[in-house]
């Protein structure tokens, strides 16, 4: 069956622009989680929906960033005037339920120029 | 806020050496998961601990639980060259709503 699907998979654009990535979950998936990947580090968790809903955004590095979920599926990931810091891969994962096993996308990878 | 560690960061062996990573996490944990990335690749889910001292074995693959659910421990028997890659930990708490914190990984080098 169909996985995590991530688009666009490379993004470049100059400092200053914003983008969305978007990711489209595992279908029936009720959970969907953000991460962020610098080059050798961990995942850093960004956001977190149970359905439509967003109980942890903890993880949201400022308020350039913002993300929604619609229908229950797919989410949008925009940063807005994006800085060279945000130079990332971006991840996303779903679940069948929030404590369950991640499945992860192939992510996208970011670069501000 | 809920930190989870992971010693060590780097390891390099020869191909049918063993090797241990360890997770240690500051506060008590309903579960834990344990996963893999590839160099390249997106983390791949390998197994979730639930019981205080649980033990899981996937071939040559041991995983480990602590009786205090606050540690784990992943453990490769006889390594191979497809072993090569990032071993994350990730655990969660049982009030944080699925919110799954993530070691910083050790980074797993097997020469032939």
């Known amino acids: 069956g169909a996985g995590v699907s991530q688009s666009p998979s490379n993004k470049v654009t100059e400092k200053g622009k914003d983008v969305e990535l978007r990711c489209d979950p595992i279908?029936?998936?009720?959970?969907l989680y953000w991460y962020r990947q610098s080059l050798g580090q961990g995942l850093e968790f960004l956001i977190y929906?149970?359905?439509?809903?967003?109980?942890?955004k903890s993880g949201l590095p400022s308020d350039r960033f913002s993300a929604e979920r619609t229908g229950g599926s797919v989410s949008t990931l925009t940063i807005q005037r994006t800085q060279q810091e945000d130079s990332a891969v971006y991840l996303c994962?779903?679940?069948?339920?929030?404590?369950?096993?991640?499945?992860f996308g192939d992510g996208t990878r970011l670069s501000i120029l | 806020g809920q930190q989870v560690m992971q010693i060590p960061q780097y390891q390099h062996v020869q191909e049918g050496e063993d090797f241990t990573t360890y997770c240690n996490s500051s506060?008590?944990?309903?579960?834990i998961q344990w996963y893999k990335q590839r160099p390249g690749g997106h983390p791949v889910f390998l197994i979730q601990?639930?019981?205080?001292?649980e033990v899981k074995k996937q071939k040559r693959l041991t995983f480990q639980f602590g009786e205090a659910k606050k540690n784990s421990s992943l453990h490769i028997t006889a390594t191979q060259t497809t072993d090569v890659g990032t071993y994350f930990c990730?655990?969660?708490?049982?009030?944080?709503?699925?919110?799954?914190?993530f070691g910083q990984g050790t980074i797993l080098t097997v020469h032939p």
């Open positions: 994962a779903s679940s069948l339920r929030a404590w369950e096993p991640q499945h």
């Open positions: 929906f149970q359905g439509n809903s967003a109980p942890d």
């Open positions: 279908s029936g998936h009720t959970a």
């Open positions: 506060t008590t944990l309903s579960n």
């Open positions: 601990l639930v019981k205080s001292g």
């Open positions: 990730a655990g969660l708490e049982g009030t944080s709503y699925g919110k799954l914190t």
